[in-house]
């Protein structure tokens, strides 16, 4: 399955940050990702009515002050060094500085800033896994536990900790590998990278029937 992704500037509503609709607008349809949606992830933080309808309406879209779709899922030439690689996540650019938004309900289960991920932080929600790549702040650690610290930013966030779907987690940076501001997104299902614009463009469309 293949997506093409529009990567005109699609400016992104700054009072309405959880509004996606137009932001994925110029997504092609790809038909219903919803069977992805776990059971149990359905069951733990969405009612029992709106369930069969509306499985996403919970998700938050990743970050605020979105600007543009800059790289997507699959096959690319590194913008750092020009060799063929994989891209295992979605760029969505921002302004240094714009917040990140938890997507889903989770656990943070892992903290790192010696990748090329840069400071990164990746949450489980059931059987998904989302990570979210060159954040600004550092990792710290004491005898216990570890932690994501970008005090400017407001930002002390625990290994470990529960985040609502559409937290603050992060704010967006340039560590790691990178030529410029953005979210790197990652998703996870079942243990198994899929293409996050294929979940935006179902929250869209989900959205869209409302
Ligand atoms: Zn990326």
Known sequence: ???????????????????????I????????????????LQAQYTPTAARQQNPWQYASF?????????SGYGYRSSPVDGSSQFHYGLDLAA?????VRNWWTGQVVELSDN???????????GDWQHVYCHLMGRVQSDRNTRY???????????????VP??????????????????LHWGLKYANNYLDPALVLQAMFTTEAKL
């Open 95 to 99: 302004p240094i500085g714009s917040y």
């Open 148 to 162: 994501l610290v970008d005090r400017e930013g407001g930002i002390v966030l625990q290994l470990g900790q529960q």
């Open 62 to 70: 990743p970050v605020e002050n979105f600007q543009a779709y800059t």
């Open 115 to 125: 990748t090329a991920c840069g400071t990164m932080i990746k949450v489980q929600s």
């Open 1 to 23: 399955m293949k997506l093409k992704l529009n990567f005109g500037r699609v400016l992104f509503n700054r009072s309405r940050p959880r509004s996606f609709a137009w932001a």
């Open 25 to 40: 607008a110029s997504l092609l349809s790809i038909g219903s990702i919803s069977a992805f949606l776990p059971q149990s």
């Open 165 to 182: 779907a559409g937290a603050r987690i992060a704010r967006v940076g340039m560590s790691g590998r990178t030529t410029g501001p953005h």
